[in-house]
């Protein structure tokens, strides 16, 4: 029974577990130390990164022993089948996914540095590094719903401050950080209704 646990932990819970307590650090920085918000958000970033590569890793050689122990399954692994079928197996469910998230990270990156080329109001300080590691976060296909989200929600704030004649900057960082922690809560839900 123990291993069971420990095996249902390290697969499910504690990738959740990590995911919130990023985010709560993200969230914390950005209130407390937002001088810093650019500084941590790099570094959570980093250590998403290598997480997700250790993960990715630890369920490829989680799912080589799984087949390997099977007596039906041994025959997916060489010398049966070659080796590529494997890693072409492990690299489709545990690698593409968090690849797919790096790049939409990567591409965020560059669309918030464009945005920023043709207006540098538009950001303030960190909030872009803070949008990448949302993104990265959020993970595939959930990142795809941040930008966009963000973006309507910043500008339907900023028709109400105008109304309330309160200013006209909102800041992007506070309506992604409100829209991560919507769609870390609710993506699934979300997602349902896209299915």
Same mark, same amino acid.
């Given at each position: 029974m123990l291993? !069971?646990?420990?095996?249902? +932990?390290?697969? &499910?819970?504690?990738?959740? &577990?990590?995911?919130? &307590? &990023?985010? @709560?650090?993200?969230?914390? #920085?950005f209130l407390r130390r937002r001088e810093y918000?650019?500084?941590?958000?790099?570094?959570? +970033?980093?250590i998403l990164i290598c997480y997700r590569?250790?993960?990715?890793?630890l369920l490829s050689i989680l799912q080589y022993n799984a087949w390997h122990n099977n007596p039906f399954s041994q025959y997916l692994l060489p010398?049966? !089948?070659p +080796?590529?079928?494997? %890693?072409?197996?492990? *690299?489709?469910?545990?690698?593409?996914?968090?690849? %797919? =998230?790096l790049m939409? $990270?990567?591409l965020v990156l560059f669309f918030f540095? $464009?945005?920023?080329?043709?207006?540098?109001?538009?950001?303030? =300080? @960190?909030?872009?590094s803070l949008g990448v590691l949302l993104t990265f976060l959020l993970g595939w296909p959930l990142s795809l719903f941040l930008v966009p989200m963000s973006f309507f929600g910043a500008v339907l704030l900023s028709l109400i401050a105008m109304s309330m004649?309160?200013? !006209?900057? #909102?800041?992007? @960082?506070?309506?992604?950080?409100?829209? @991560?922690?919507? %769609?870390?809560?609710? *993506?699934?839900?979300?997602?349902?209704?896209?299915?």
């Open positions: 291993p !069971q646990i420990s095996f249902s +932990f390290l697969t &499910i819970y504690f990738p959740l &577990i990590l995911s919130w &307590i &990023i985010f @709560g650090a993200t969230v914390f #920085v918000l650019a500084l941590y958000t790099v570094r959570l +970033f980093y590569i250790l993960y990715a890793t010398p049966h !089948q +080796f590529s079928y494997f %890693l072409t197996y492990s *690299g489709m469910h545990f690698w593409f996914y968090p690849a %797919l =998230a939409t $990270a990567l540095g $464009a945005l920023r080329k043709v207006n540098a109001d538009w950001f303030l =300080a @960190g909030e872009i004649k309160r200013g !006209q900057h #909102v800041s992007l @960082g506070g309506v992604m950080l409100s829209v @991560g922690g919507t %769609l870390l809560v609710f *993506g699934v839900f979300f997602l349902h209704l896209f299915h």
